[in-house]
T-cell receptor
Framework: DTAVSQTPKYLVTQMGNDKSIKCEQNLGHDTMYWYKQDSKKFLKIMFSYNNKELIINETVPNRFSPKSPDKAHLNLHINSLELGDSAVYFC???????????????FGPGTRLTVL | GQNIDQPTEMTATEGAIVQINCTYQTSGFNGLFWYQQHAGEAPTFLSYNVLDGLEEKGRFSSFLSRSKGYSYLLLKELQMKDSASYLCAVRDRNTDKLIFGTGTRLQVFP
């Protein structure tokens, strides 16, 4: 059984389009995250939700909007895609964001977004 | 602010031992994680240190010195499948964010 799953795995689209990436976790975790990994493999937090509530909102363009319909799902919608948005986007989940061993984050397989 | 430094690349021979260092500066330290990431795959959790000392888990060990802002990941009896990137990440106590280093790409040769 897949613990953290993302769809799609690959996404190729034109500049200016709007696209969504979906994430689901079946670990029973309370917290979910979105990370962006650029071409230099640098992994950076974008957003974090705890029980459907936004708790981390990094300085990302407001073209990026996360949505959490329930604590097992965290989707990422991107408007007006730009060339610089090309990257691998990872979803992750953890049990407790407040600083304990339980906060180990488990990552999904990633979505490779290519904007042409 | 936060800063995490790791070597960009390392090479080693099958069966050998390799040590990957990580130094960090953070305004509020609350734990250090090591993740392994194979090319094209997700990062997977390897180890967690919050107190000074060595944590051993099979062929992998991780060490932490909070006073020096320093950690290392030790890989013993290297296997070809250990070729991957190894990411050091520090949790910031003030924000609960996990701040990642740029990773160390390890290549294991026969």
């Amino acid at each position: 059984d897949t613990a953290v799953s993302q769809t799609p795995k690959y996404l190729v689209t034109q500049m200016g389009n709007d696209k969504s990436i979906k994430c689901e976790q079946n670990l029973g975790h309370d917290t979910m995250y979105w990370y962006k990994q650029d071409s230099k493999k640098f992994l950076k937090i974008m957003f974090s939700y705890n029980n459907k509530e936004l708790i981390i909102n990094e300085t990302v363009p407001n073209r990026f909007s996360p949505k959490s319909p329930d604590k097992a799902h965290l989707n990422l919608h991107i408007n007006s895609l730009e060339l610089g948005d090309s990257a691998v986007y990872f979803c992750a989940s953890s049990q407790d964001p407040r600083g304990s061993r339980a906060d180990t984050q488990y990552f999904g397989p990633g979505t490779r977004l290519t904007v042409l | 602010g936060q800063n995490i430094d790791q070597p960009t690349e390392m090479t080693a021979t099958e069966g050998a031992i390799v040590q990957i260092n990580c130094t960090y500066q953070t305004s509020g330290f609350n734990g250090l994680f090591w993740y392994q990431q194979h090319a094209g795959e997700a990062p997977t959790f390897l180890s967690y240190n919050v107190l000074d000392g060595l944590e051993e888990k099979g062929r992998f060990s991780s060490f932490l010195s909070r006073s020096k802002g320093y950690s290392y990941l030790l890989l013993k009896e290297l296997q070809m499948k250990d070729s991957a990137s190894y990411l050091c990440a520090v949790r910031d106590r003030n924000t609960d964010k996990l701040i990642f280093g740029t990773g160390t790409r390890l290549q294991v040769f026969p």
